[in-house]
């Protein structure tokens, strides 16, 4: 959050961010992981539930509605399992479109 660029815009609405999931086997690394695939190397998209929706809302370097590509996405499943679940569901609710691959 700390190289968050309030004043950059967000990149527009009906875009696909493509998630690097290869490395994702913890909470933290997911969240390192939507950060860069959204904003770049050391991007931020939230950091919990609630960051992560406030994120989806607008003004963090997305602009609702997009689509998320997420590689990998079995890596994630296999460590984080019901959380994973939890935050398929948490994108969900923000009608935000996840391809899992």
């Given at each position: 959050m700390?190289?968050?660029?309030?004043?950059?815009?967000?990149?527009?609405?009906?875009?696909?961010?493509?998630?690097?999931?290869?490395?994702?086997t913890?909470?933290?690394?997911?969240y390192c992981a939507i950060g860069e695939a959204i904003n770049g190397p050391g991007g931020y998209f939230g950091w919990n539930g609630d960051a992560l929706h406030d994120c989806v809302t607008g003004g963090w370097g997305a602009e609702w509605p997009f689509r998320l590509t997420w590689h990998h996405a079995e890596v994630a499943h296999?460590?984080?399992?019901?959380k994973f679940d939890q935050i398929l569901q948490w994108l969900a609710e923000d009608q935000i479109e996840v391809e899992l691959r």
């Open positions: 700390a190289h968050h660029r309030a004043e950059a815009p967000d990149k527009p609405a009906d875009s696909t961010y493509q998630l690097d999931g290869r490395h994702v913890d909470i933290e690394g997911f296999s460590h984080l399992t019901a």
